[in-house]
Nanobody, 129 residues
Framework: QVQLVESGGGSVQAGGSLRLSCAVS????????MAWFRQPPGKEREGVAA???????SYTASVKGRFTISQDNAKNTLYLQMDSLEPEDPAMYYC???????????????????????WGKGTLVTISS
């Protein structure tokens, strides 16, 4: 049984940093697309960053240059380093995984995220005043 568990959320001042983690267990496939999504209160879920099993990375425009997606395969963990946090960044952040590496191609992962195989339950990021 595949499980994704996010952690690292919290409250931070604007301009601050957080690192989110997504611990993956039970995933035995060699090919994957893994991604971070976020959903602000009252808004739709949106893609933030994605990485595939070949190491190809993509970001949504609003986080490019501020957020960094990475992975530690030895620890079966996906990360999202978030720097220079802005008032638009607070949201519930989710990680997701799909067995199809091609899911990460172009903007597919952003447009068709509902089809991804596995999801975590999220970790909350807020901005404190």
């Amino acid at each position: 049984q595949v499980q994704l568990v996010e952690s690292g959320g919290g409250s931070v001042q604007a301009g601050g940093s957080l690192r989110l983690s997504c611990a993956v267990s039970g995933y035995t496939y060699s090919s994957y697309c893994m991604a971070w999504f976020r959903q602000p209160p009252g808004k739709e879920r949106e893609g933030v960053a994605a990485i595939d099993s070949d190491g190809h990375i993509s970001y949504t425009a609003s986080v490019k240059g501020r957020f960094t997606i990475s992975q530690d395969n030895a620890k079966n963990t996906l990360y999202l380093q978030m720097d220079s946090l802005e008032p638009e960044d607070p949201a519930m952040y989710y990680c997701a995984a799909d067995r199809r590496r091609g899911y990460c191609s172009g903007g597919y992962w952003r447009d068709y995220y509902t089809g991804m195989d596995y999801w975590g339950k999220g970790t909350l990021v807020t901005i404190s005043s």
